[in-house]
């Protein structure tokens, strides 16, 4: 079981930064993957970035070069954003994925926060 604490959405201004933070607990030691997703009004989720526990990042083209995707050694996930387009105006969730393996078969579970809104707008 792991439970995921989101904090840090807001409103900004275009070209402004915001950074997300997100609190894992439970099994830790069984999360291989965390990452952030976003999904805007009518629109659906969509994948921004990830970070594997060796610390190995992976971004969405649209916020290459914007974003920062990050942990602590306290397992706090953090997604650093800079020079925000009012297109990055979305309800932002944290996710987590668990890794078990049962009898030598390999079983996973995706873990979701509650969300945070970020608008971007002037």
């Known amino acids: 079981q792991v439970q995921l604490v989101e904090s840090g959405g807001g409103l900004v201004q275009p070209g402004g930064s915001l950074r997300l933070s997100c609190a894992a607990s439970?099994?830790?030691?069984?999360?291989?993957?965390m990452g952030w997703y976003r999904q805007a009004p009518g629109k659906q989720r969509e994948l921004v970035a990830t970070i594997t526990r060796g610390g190995i990042t992976n971004y969405a083209d649209s916020v290459k070069g914007r974003f920062t995707i990050s942990r602590d050694s306290a397992d706090t996930l953090y997604l650093q954003m800079n020079s925000l387009k009012p297109e990055d105006t979305a309800a932002y969730y944290c996710?987590?994925?668990?890794?078990?393996?049962?009898?030598?078969?390999?079983?996973?579970?995706?873990?979701w926060g509650q969300g945070t809104q970020v608008t971007v707008s002037s």
């Open positions: 996710n987590a994925r668990q890794t078990v393996t049962i009898w030598g078969k390999v079983n996973t579970y995706d873990y």
């Open positions: 439970g099994s830790i030691f069984s999360i291989n993957v």
